[in-house]
């Protein structure tokens, strides 16, 4: 496998040499670090999205789950799964700027969602507080 051309991941231009762009410009970096910050905020919105969701649905017993909730979720884990492959492919061509876009990005989004994620609808004394737990005398 040979390159397309040479990553410089200390220089401050940017390419792509993984998927053929090879012209180190400006818009082509600042295109990058703002996709990649829009990535990570996707990421961990579904990233929250996710913890609420599951949360719900295991509060519901197996066998009255329905397919629609499950799919919620499976949706929710492509969307997942597809930012990771796109963040994955920025993060292996960048430069040292989109690298620290982000981490900053990460961070301070990792912040933002866990601090607007609406609350799950299930109170978590009803969720631990099962007939069987009353039985074992499990205190939460």
């Not at 999205?49 to 979720?73: A, D, G, H, M, P």
């Not at 960048?94 to 990792?110: E, K, L, Q, R, T």
């Amino acid at each position: 496998m040979t390159d397309v051309c040479d990553a410089k991941i200390f220089d401050t231009r940017l390419s792509l040499p993984r998927i053929g762009l090879c012209e180190e410009t400006l818009p082509i970096l600042i295109i990058c670090i703002v996709t990649t910050i829009v990535i990570q905020g996707v990421r961990h919105y579904l990233w929250d999205l996710t913890s609420v969701k599951k949360w719900e649905i295991l509060n519901i017993e197996s066998e009255k789950r329905t397919f629609k909730q499950v799919s919620q979720i499976m949706l929710i884990q492509l969307g997942k799964t597809i930012s990771w492959v796109f963040n994955i492919l920025l993060i292996v061509n960048a430069n040292i700027y989109v690298i620290i876009a982000h981490m900053v990005a990460d961070i301070v989004f990792s912040g933002i969602f866990i601090k607007y994620t609406a609350k799950s609808n299930v109170r978590k004394v009803e969720a631990l507080t099962t007939e069987d737990n009353k039985k074992n005398k499990i205190k939460f």
